[in-house]
């Protein structure tokens, strides 16, 4: 049989220095050095010069990394020079660009620090049509245009956040892991809850009274943040590969991250009590881990009905009762069985039977933000940009809501779980952690949760509309944290109940009445410099004057 003609080598364009151009081409080219991935049959490494047609694909080695605004600029004339050629962009280890700035760039690979097996990953997805990101934590480059003059009162606020800020860490390295007497962990959470109320409260009393807002304030590991640089990665390290850059795709590398995030046990880093909190380590993540999997059908049968509009929307909400469900018979197990009131019955049943899911979260965002892009690969709009979903800050954003969405889920049904085992202590060794198997710690538990609930809804809730902020929680490597989106409340606002109205009216009250009460304080604090200097410190000179003159009469007579 006469043999096929070989497929010709994907022409790679590389723009590297000559030690770094050797060292890539003996990664890329075949028969390279050793620990190729299965299936690499290599590429033609070529220079601008040894060109034969259009590159397949754009390599570009970072040596000594030039000025941001070059950088993007040299990018965009490589795309429009050799297009339709996607770019790949090598950084060094130590590079002077923040992740905000290199989500922004229009390469379709963006690696930091590569080696052999990733590079050639990398080369291989992107010349598949997928995008490749992996870059660390940002770099923290100082800003000499923001110096500005602190005053006093800014001094003392930032200098009371950063005590409680040292303190605080001290506190969380010494519960990871925690301890195992009762007291010292007792003693350490409440330690933690004390300097977290007492941060709050600092800057609520003192925040919009202070000198300088522009400048930005210190916070502690765990606090909240605002979603534009948090959503797009700022601050951690990022690790994304698209296969396809097609909804499906896009679907497969977000539940790829969220599933090795989930199975890790995340523990809470929220800043707040969570209800999950309570169960036990691995049925935390057989929680989450089903709801994973209970979306995942979901929008397959989103896919098959192909809703559109107010009917997505009204469908997705009807679902949500089975799905929660669903997860909660996924992580109690179909046919697990337990003694209560000396008869065996099974866990699942049970609980569904005595919980209740149609509760709606009204902290939930539109639900079509994170389903129009899954299902139908439509633009989203992230910080005011109108970007593709395979982009990398769409990517990240869309994880954030997903993310977000799952966590307050769990909750839902964890709060069910707890006041079930209240009632069925058996319960307790099979679901919860083992500090909960006393009634007491339990009870203890629920009835924090309960109190939480109650101030998020009469205080926490009715500031966040008025301050048009949506508490969104993220889950990362390990832990759950916090973040805060920016959007337009007014509607939700509107809605409120009187008791609401009055926390958002003293809130509004505060901001008028704060630059005059600061205003005043700074008058009269002049007036007490006058009265120091000018009347009080002019008569005692006077009266000093006068003893002196008295005193040397009296000498003279002697």
Same mark, same amino acid.
């Given at each position: 049989?006469?043999?096929?003609?070989?497929?010709?080598?994907?022409?790679?364009?590389?723009?590297?220095?000559?030690?770094?151009?050797?060292?890539?081409?003996?990664?890329?080219?075949?028969?390279?050095?050793?620990?190729?991935?299965?299936?690499?049959?290599?590429?033609?490494?070529?220079?601008?010069?040894?060109?034969?047609?259009?590159?397949?694909?754009?390599?570009?080695?970072?040596?000594?990394?030039?000025?941001?605004?070059?950088?993007?600029?040299?990018?965009?004339?490589?795309?429009?020079?050799?297009?339709?050629?996607?770019?790949?962009?090598?950084?060094?280890?130590?590079?002077?660009?923040?992740?905000?700035?290199?989500?922004?760039?229009?390469?379709?690979?963006?690696?930091?620090?590569?080696?052999?097996?990733?590079?050639?990953?990398?080369?291989?997805?992107?010349?598949?049509?997928?995008?490749?990101?992996?870059?660390?934590?940002?770099?923290?480059?100082?800003?000499?245009?923001?110096?500005?003059?602190?005053?006093?009162?800014?001094?003392?606020?930032?200098?009371?956040?950063?005590?409680?800020?040292?303190?605080?860490?001290?506190?969380?390295?010494?519960?990871?892991?925690?301890?195992?007497?009762?007291?010292?962990?007792?003693?350490?959470?409440?330690?933690?809850?004390?300097?977290?109320?007492?941060?709050?409260?600092?800057?609520?009393?003192?925040?919009?009274?202070?000198?300088?807002?522009?400048?930005?304030?210190?916070?502690?590991?765990?606090?909240?943040?605002?979603?534009?640089?948090?959503?797009?990665?700022?601050?951690?390290?990022?690790?994304?590969?698209?296969?396809?850059?097609?909804?499906?795709?896009?679907?497969?590398?977000?539940?790829?991250? !969220? $599933?090795?995030?989930?199975? &890790?046990? =995340?523990?809470?880093?929220? #800043? @707040? +009590? %969570? *209800?999950? /909190?309570?169960?036990?380590?691995?049925?935390?993540?057989?929680?989450?881990?089903?709801?994973?999997?209970?979306?995942?059908?979901?929008?397959?049968?989103?896919?098959?009905?192909?809703?559109?509009?107010?009917?997505?929307?009204?469908?997705?909400?009807?679902?949500?009762?089975?799905?929660?469900?669903?997860?909660?018979?996924?992580?109690?197990?179909?046919?697990?069985?337990?003694?209560?009131?000396?008869?065996?019955?099974?866990?699942?049943?049970?609980?569904?039977?005595?919980?209740?899911?149609?509760?709606?979260?009204?902290?939930?965002?539109?639900?079509?933000?994170? !389903? $129009?892009?899954?299902?139908? &690969?439509? =633009?989203?709009?992230?910080? #005011? @940009? +109108? %970007? *593709?979903? /395979?982009?990398?800050?769409?990517?990240?954003?869309?994880?954030?809501?997903?993310?977000?969405?799952?966590?307050?889920?769990?909750?839902?049904?964890?709060?069910?779980?707890?006041?079930?085992?209240?009632?069925?202590?058996?319960?307790?060794?099979?679901?919860?952690?083992?500090?909960?198997?006393?009634?007491?710690?339990?009870?203890?538990?629920?009835?924090?949760?309960?109190?939480?609930?109650?101030?998020?809804?009469?205080?926490?809730?009715?500031?966040?509309?008025?301050?048009?902020?949506?508490?969104?929680?993220?889950?990362?490597?390990?832990?759950?944290?916090?973040?805060?989106?920016?959007?337009?409340?007014?509607?939700?606002?509107?809605?409120? #109940?009187?008791?609401?109205?009055?926390?958002?009216?003293?809130?509004?009250?505060?901001?008028?009445?704060?630059?005059?009460?600061?205003?005043?304080?700074?008058?009269?604090?002049?007036?007490?410099?006058?009265?120091?200097?000018?009347?009080?410190?002019?008569?005692?000179?006077?009266?000093?004057?006068?003893?002196?003159?008295?005193?040397?009469?009296?000498?003279?007579?002697?």
């Amino acid at each position: 049989m006469p043999r096929r003609p070989a497929q010709p080598l994907p022409q790679l364009l590389l723009f590297a220095e000559p030690l770094q151009r050797a060292g890539l081409s003996s990664w890329l080219e075949p028969g390279g050095s050793s620990g190729d991935p299965s299936g690499w049959s290599g590429c033609r490494v070529v220079g601008s010069d040894e060109l034969q047609g259009p590159p397949q694909l754009i390599v570009w080695c970072l040596g000594a990394p030039p000025e941001p605004q070059a950088l993007d600029a040299e990018s965009r004339r490589m795309l429009e020079r050799w297009h339709p050629a996607p770019l790949l962009l090598l950084l060094p280890d130590h590079h002077p660009y923040a992740s905000d700035f290199l989500l922004q760039l229009p390469a379709q690979g963006l690696i930091e620090q590569a080696d052999a097996v990733s590079l050639r990953e990398a080369v291989s997805t992107v010349l598949a049509g997928g995008r490749v990101l992996a870059i660390g934590p940002a770099h923290q480059v100082p800003d000499a245009t923001h110096a500005v003059p602190m005053g006093l009162g800014q001094w003392l606020l930032l200098s009371g956040l950063q005590q409680i800020d040292a303190e605080l860490r001290l506190c969380l390295r010494l519960l990871d892991p925690p301890p195992p007497q009762l007291l010292p962990l007792l003693l350490l959470e409440g330690r933690v809850r004390e300097l977290r109320q007492a941060r709050r409260l600092l800057q609520w009393l003192w925040g919009p009274v202070s000198l300088a807002w522009s400048q930005p304030i210190v916070e502690e590991p765990v606090a909240p943040s605002t979603a534009g640089s948090q959503a797009s990665g700022s601050g951690h390290a990022v690790a994304i590969t698209l296969r396809q850059r097609t909804a499906e795709g896009l679907w497969e590398a977000l539940r790829e991250r !969220l $599933t090795q995030a989930a199975a &890790a046990g =995340p523990s809470n880093n929220s #800043g @707040q +009590l %969570l *209800a999950l /909190d309570g169960l036990h380590v691995s049925r935390r993540s057989d929680l989450l881990l089903g709801l994973l999997e209970q979306f995942d059908r979901l929008r397959r049968r989103l896919l098959q009905d192909d809703p559109r509009g107010e009917q997505l929307e009204r469908l997705w909400k009807e679902l949500q009762p089975e799905l929660r469900q669903q997860a909660l018979r996924h992580m109690a197990g179909s046919y697990v069985q337990l003694p209560m009131a000396g008869k065996l019955c099974p866990v699942a049943e049970t609980l569904l039977h005595r919980s209740e899911f149609a509760a709606e979260d009204l902290e939930l965002p539109d639900p079509l933000a994170m !389903l $129009t892009p899954l299902l139908q &690969a439509r =633009p989203l709009l992230v910080d #005011g @940009q +109108l %970007l *593709a979903p /395979d982009e990398p800050q769409a990517v990240l954003y869309l994880e954030l809501l997903l993310s977000n969405w799952l966590v307050r889920s769990a909750e839902l049904i964890s709060a069910e779980v707890l006041a079930a085992c209240a009632e069925w202590p058996e319960l307790r060794r099979y679901l919860l952690r083992p500090e909960l198997l006393a009634t007491r710690n339990l009870e203890r538990l629920r009835n924090q949760l309960n109190a939480q609930q109650r101030w998020t809804s009469w205080f926490d809730r009715p500031i966040h509309l008025y301050e048009s902020r949506r508490p969104l929680f993220r889950l990362g490597a390990g832990a759950i944290d916090s973040v805060d989106l920016t959007e337009p409340r007014d509607a939700e606002l509107r809605q409120l #109940g009187w008791v609401q109205q009055a926390v958002t009216l003293a809130m509004e009250a505060r901001d008028a009445l704060g630059p005059q009460l600061q205003s005043l304080l700074k008058r009269l604090g002049d007036l007490l410099v006058v009265l120091l200097t000018q009347v009080l410190g002019k008569a005692i000179g006077l009266v000093g004057r006068g003893i002196v003159q008295g005193m040397g009469r009296s000498l003279n007579r002697n």
